[in-house]
Each structure stands twice: as structure tokens, then as C-alpha cells.
């Protein structure tokens, strides 16, 4: 997925600027998936919406009323219809393997979604390390009875002061976030 984020990073880079919209073809077996996984409840929202923009792109609507209608920028509705021209070839692909029996809807409903992930952003790194985040779930999993704590639940703060005491630095509301995302992604 790296590689294709890199090539992707390059590509949109070469793209030029123009007043017209990037014209996108989807095949109806393509179509048919948007519109059924845009109807789907467990979908995140982030792919609702841009595969939303990609079919209705498809339909040949200007990036302006699409953007009314989402209730987002021209600009977003630009970047995912540019996005998808730079893979239009990878779907197709996929199609031919679908045809071929040696992929499925699956596989071609995963390359759509990678294709509208958001590209890596910048910043620093996580000081904490994988190690010790998985320490800190560890040790929010354990009773606080084990380490003489008068309570029975944990709260981020007291999680935050029994780290302290085992070397991590974290505080409250990172170890909250980072519970949050742990048990998300479970």
C-alpha cells in the first residue's frame, strides 16, 4: 500500500490544473458496489461521501453541484475525481481478475477503498513506542487492586500516574486516545 501511496503522491503531482473536470468512466459492475456500499450503515462516513462523489462524477455532474450536495468543497470533489482517474486502470484490472475468478467483490471493494484513503500526513512520530503502548493496554486491562490502588475501575488520569511510575510519560487524555483507538481497531 506504500508504493501505491508514493506513485500516487508523484502522479497527482504531475496533474496539471484546468478549468474543466477530470471526466471518469465506472463500469456498472463498479457502480452497482458504490451505490450499494453508500447504502450500507456499517460503511465509515469519510468513504460514504467519496465514493458518493466518485459515482456522481461518473454520472458526469459539475464538481459544484456535487459539492452543494455533499455539503463540501469544489476542491474536495477535484481531488477525489483526480484521484480516481490516476486508478481508473487498477479497477479495471481488478475487473479482469473478477471476470477471470481469481478475485472477488472483496478484493475490488478493498482496492476502492484504498484508492480514497487519505494519503499519509506529516508531523512527528509517536514517542511512545509500539512496545510500550502495548504495555499501557496491558496495564489498562489489569485490576488496580493488583498495584495496592484502593479503586476497582480505572480512570485515564490514575492510568496516566501508575505509567509515570513504570517509566512512560503519557498523560490522561493521550491514554484516553489511545484506548479509543485501540479498541476501535480490535
Given at each position: 500500500?506504500?508504493?501505491?501511496?508514493?506513485?500516487?503522491?508523484?502522479?497527482?503531482?504531475?496533474?496539471?490544473?484546468?478549468?474543466?473536470?477530470?471526466?471518469?468512466?465506472?463500469?456498472?459492475?463498479?457502480?452497482?458496489?458504490?451505490?450499494?456500499?453508500?447504502?450500507?450503515?456499517n460503511?465509515?462516513s469519510?468513504?460514504?461521501?467519496?465514493?458518493?462523489?466518485?459515482?456522481?462524477?461518473?454520472?458526469?455532474?459539475?464538481?459544484?453541484?456535487?459539492?452543494?450536495?455533499?455539503?463540501?468543497?469544489?476542491?474536495?470533489?477535484?481531488?477525489?475525481?483526480k484521484?480516481?482517474?490516476?486508478?481508473e486502470?487498477?479497477?479495471?484490472?481488478?475487473?479482469?481478475?473478477?471476470?477471470?475468478?481469481?478475485?472477488?467483490?472483496?478484493?475490488?471493494?478493498?482496492k476502492?477503498?484504498?484508492?480514497?484513503?487519505?494519503?499519509?500526513?506529516?508531523?512527528?512520530?509517536?514517542?511512545?513506542?509500539?512496545?510500550?503502548?502495548?504495555?499501557?493496554?496491558?496495564?489498562?486491562?489489569?485490576?488496580?487492586?493488583?498495584?495496592?490502588?484502593?479503586?476497582?475501575?480505572?480512570?485515564?488520569?490514575?492510568?496516566?500516574?501508575?505509567?509515570?511510575?513504570?517509566?512512560i510519560?503519557?498523560?490522561?487524555?493521550?491514554?484516553?486516545?489511545?484506548?479509543?483507538?485501540?479498541?476501535?481497531?480490535?
Amino acid at each position: 500500500m506504500t508504493i501505491v501511496l508514493y506513485f500516487t503522491v508523484i502522479l497527482y503531482k504531475q496533474i496539471k490544473m484546468s478549468r474543466q473536470a477530470v471526466q471518469i468512466t465506472v463500469s456498472k459492475r463498479v457502480g452497482e458496489l458504490l451505490i450499494s456500499s453508500i447504502q450500507k450503515r456499517n460503511i465509515e462516513s469519510h468513504y460514504q461521501k467519496r465514493m458518493s462523489i466518485i459515482y456522481q462524477s461518473s454520472l458526469g455532474k459539475k464538481n459544484q453541484d456535487i459539492a452543494r450536495e455533499m455539503k463540501c468543497s469544489p476542491v474536495t470533489v477535484r481531488k477525489w475525481r483526480k484521484r480516481w482517474k490516476i486508478f481508473e486502470d487498477v479497477i479495471k484490472q481488478i475487473e479482469i481478475e473478477l471476470d477471470s475468478k481469481t478475485a472477488n467483490k472483496i478484493d475490488l471493494l478493498y482496492k476502492i477503498k484504498e484508492i480514497l484513503t487519505d494519503l499519509p500526513r506529516s508531523g512527528s512520530s509517536s514517542r511512545i513506542t509500539n512496545s510500550e503502548k502495548d504495555r499501557l493496554i496491558a496495564l489498562a486491562c489489569e485490576s488496580p487492586q493488583n498495584y495496592g490502588l484502593p479503586f476497582t475501575v480505572w480512570t485515564h488520569k490514575e492510568l496516566s500516574a501508575q505509567a509515570k511510575k513504570m517509566g512512560i510519560n503519557i498523560s490522561s487524555s493521550y491514554y484516553g486516545i489511545l484506548l479509543k483507538k485501540r479498541i476501535t481497531t480490535a
